[in-house]
C-alpha cells in the first residue's frame, strides 16, 4: 500500500509499500504522513491538498498588459488646467483639430474638456494639447514596452505588477 509523506524542507515523497520503523526514523525530524497527493499540480498547505494557483502564461501576461495600457491611455489627464480625454475617438478628433490649426494658424475653435464644459483655444493652444496628448500615449506605450520585458524575463509573470 502506497504512503505519501511531506517535510517542510524536502518537499513531498510518496513510497510504494509501507515503510518499516527503522526506514520511517531515518526521515528527517519533522517529516508527517500525508494523504496520497491527489495530482503533480496540488501544493500541501500544512492541512491538506489544494489545487495550485494556475500560473499565468506570458501571452496572459502580455495580452493583460496591454489591456492595462489601453485603459492607462484612455484615463485622460490635465494639461494647463484644462482636463482632457484621451480615448482613441478624443485623440482623432485632436489630430484632426491640430492639422487644422498647423493650416490656419488664426483658427480659434471650442472643445469640450472631460469634464463636459467647453472652452476656445487658439491654434498654438489646440497644438500645444495635441502634443501633449501625444506625449501621454508615447509614455503609456514606454511603459508597456518596460513590463513585457520584465514580464518575458520573469519566473512568475504574474509577480510583475502593471502599473502605468
Known amino acids: 500500500m502506497e504512503h505519501g ?3 517542510p524542507a524536502h518537499g513531498y515523497w510518496q513510497t510504494t509499500g509501507t515503510p518499516t520503523p527503522e526506514i520511517r526514523a531515518a526521515y528527517p525530524e519533522g517529516t508527517v504522513e500525508v494523504p496520497l497527493r491527489p ?3 496540488h ?3 500544512g492541512e491538506g491538498w489544494e489545487p495550485a494557483p ?3 502564461s506570458v501571452d496572459q501576461a502580455l495580452a493583460n498588459l496591454k489591456a492595462a495600457r489601453d485603459a492607462a491611455i484612455a484615463r485622460g489627464i490635465e494639461v494647463d488646467g484644462l482636463r482632457l480625454q484621451t480615448d482613441d475617438l478624443s485623440q482623432s478628433r485632436l489630430t484632426a483639430a491640430a492639422l487644422a490649426a498647423q493650416l490656419d494658424p488664426t483658427l480659434t475653435l471650442r472643445w469640450k474638456l ?3 464644459e467647453f472652452v476656445a483655444l487658439s491654434a498654438p493652444q489646440i497644438i500645444a494639447l495635441a502634443l501633449a496628448v501625444r506625449a501621454h500615449v508615447q509614455a503609456c506605450f514606454d511603459r508597456e ?3 513585457a520585458a520584465q ?3 520573469a519566473a512568475d509573470p504574474a509577480a510583475v505588477a ?3
Open 162 to 164: 502593471l502599473t502605468f
Open 54 to 56: 494556475a500560473r499565468l
Open 145 to 147: 514596452a518596460d513590463l
Open 114 to 116: 472631460a469634464t463636459g
Open 5 to 7: 509523506f511531506f517535510h
Open 39 to 41: 495530482g503533480a499540480d
Open 43 to 45: 501544493l500541501w498547505t
Open 151 to 153: 514580464i518575458r524575463a
